[in-house]
């Protein structure tokens, strides 16, 4: 072969290593991106050792990218690396196989031609020859040394200077892995919480953090498939729920969130209070057991801020927290907080159920169905202490694609990935000494989705609640005025025209969202 063609051949190998990008988001935006970034970066083909280092950290952060994507539907940002490096491998090997098979075709699709294009490049290597090749990859270099020069006479710090080439591929992940950097400053800064401003409400409270539950699924919402609350419906009058927007599509964009009621992007640097705090304030012994490893803000704050953390082995059955909640029930000093940290429903649905409890055909429906046991009997055990005013407060941090949408239930952007239930219980005793704050509950339900059946309220609501149950804010004292009918609007019917990407209306409808 001719140098002229063998530099050919090496340019369109290379190309092909940045196109990830293109990959996900086929559009002429990207093929320029994926042009510019190959030429940028074009002078490591002048040399041996340059080109085979090289290869390999493309190969590399094209699978990143990519298997990111598929899993979450964005490209690695700095949640990407809460999840790297706080995952293990069951739960990645669990993401990995709960990929659509097309989804892990088209990985396949740029993997396979990549590998071929990184060994064709390692043998070759220095494979530019062509003395226009090679100029141009000078010209690289030279565009790199002015970036340096300019960043340096302008005084830019690394992050600065990082961010004005984020948009070069792959270094979109040096950035995010910058920004998740930073934040970890941040992340372990608890800041200093007010005293309550009110006696808190409750004596024993009980925060459950779900996972993956869509409000589309819950009978309690209006779901006409399988009774999938089904063991919650002899406390229905003892409980409020309601269907509200969440902020986001995956556990370290929404947990946070649900957790400190204000937006978590960028992370406040003067550090975010959570309900854990509120609790700590009014005197709150407070007890937190996780069953998920997510790295980042949500365990690092419920390890430093509870009196005793228990990190269940990751990926059990959600049933293995209830031993737990009942030694702390029993133990705990009160006023108590215990938060339990479920794995919910997913990335395996069909895994989270045992399989005695399984059944139906559906394996979501199912997953629900034991959380809704789960949640059951852990209220059962708060009705039965006596002299105490209880409440648990339930939300899931986002919801599911479903398979009408194709493939398997998976993280996506389709509506029914961002509503989510919330729910409070209120035992008698903390009912009768609140009426108004009861009724006002009771509107608010009423009146939870508007007149096209969209969700009134979002996830912020939750810290609301928290906050008034802890006294960080006063009840309110006044009925609110009577509220709009029950809609028969909601969930929004099954269908695969309903498969659209819904994130353009959570931008409207959570200010958490907001990119
Ligand atoms: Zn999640």
Redesign the pocket.
């Known amino acids: 072969m001719s140098t002229r063609w063998m530099s050919v051949l090496s340019a369109l190998a290379w190309l092909w290593l940045f196109a990830p990008m293109l990959w996900m988001w086929p559009s002429s935006r990207s093929a320029l991106e994926t042009v510019v970034s190959g030429l940028l970066f074009l002078f490591c083909l002048l040399w041996r050792g340059t080109t085979r280092t090289a290869v390999v950290i493309l190969l590399l952060a094209g699978c990143s990218f990519l298997g990111y994507f598929f899993a979450v539907r964005s490209a690695p940002d700095e949640f990407f690396w809460y999840s790297v490096l706080g995952s293990n491998p069951t739960e990645a090997w669990e993401y990995a196989s709960s990929y659509r098979i097309n989804d892990a075709a088209l990985l396949l699709g740029w993997l396979l031609p990549a590998i071929a294009a990184a060994l064709y490049l390692w043998h070759a290597a220095p494979a530019l020859h062509n003395r226009w090749m090679r100029r141009l990859a000078w010209l690289g270099l030279v565009v790199w040394a002015l970036w340096i020069a300019v960043s340096l006479v302008k005084g830019y710090s690394m992050t600065k200077a990082i961010a004005r080439v984020e948009n070069v591929y792959p270094l979109t992940m040096v950035k995010a892995y910058m920004d998740y950097q930073s934040n970890s400053q941040s992340l372990y800064t608890i800041p200093k919480v007010p005293a309550p401003v009110a006696p808190p409400m409750v004596d024993v409270l009980l925060v459950v953090l779900g996972?993956?539950s869509s409000a589309h699924r819950w009978s309690l919402l209006g779901y006409q498939g399988n009774d999938t609350n089904a063991p919650l419906q002899a406390v229905r009058d003892q409980m409020v729920v309601l269907p509200v927007t969440t902020n986001g599509n995956?556990?370290g964009k929404?947990?946070p969130v649900l957790m400190t009621g204000q937006r978590m992007h960028p992370l406040p640097a003067e550090g975010a209070d959570t309900y854990l705090d509120w609790a700590g304030a009014a005197g709150f012994h407070r007890d937190s057991m996780t069953n998920q490893m997510a790295a980042g803000f949500v365990n690092l704050a419920l390890r430093q801020r509870s009196e005793k953390f228990l990190q269940l082995q990751d990926g059990s059955l959600d049933g293995a927290l209830t031993q737990h909640f009942s030694n702390s029930l029993a133990k705990g000093p009160k006023p108590l907080l215990i938060t339990l940290h479920m794995y919910?429903s997913?990335p395996r649905v069909e895994r989270r159920t045992p399989p005695q409890a399984a059944r139906w055909a559906d394996p979501y429906d199912n997953s629900i169905l034991y959380t809704s046991t789960l949640l059951a009997d852990w209220i059962q055990q708060l009705d039965a202490l006596p002299h105490v005013r209880a409440a648990v407060v339930y939300a899931s941090?986002?919801g599911q694609d479903f398979p009408v949408c194709g493939g398997s239930y998976t993280h996506g952007v389709t509506r029914s990935t961002y509503e989510v239930p919330l729910m409070l219980w209120a035992n008698k005793a903390l009912r009768q000494a609140n009426p108004v704050w009861w009724t006002n509950l009771q509107h608010m339900q009423s009146a939870a989705v508007d007149a096209q059946g969209i969700p009134r309220y979002n996830t912020l609501l939750m810290a609301d609640w928290l906050r008034t149950l802890l006294g960080q804010t006063a009840s309110v004292q006044q009925p609110a005025a009577g509220a709009a009918s029950a809609s028969s609007l909601y969930p929004p019917q099954e269908s695969s025209s309903n498969c659209g990407n819904w994130n353009d209306r959570v931008q409207e409808l959570h200010p958490a969202a907001v990119r």
């Open positions: 996972e993956s995956n556990t929404t947990l919910g997913h941090d986002h």
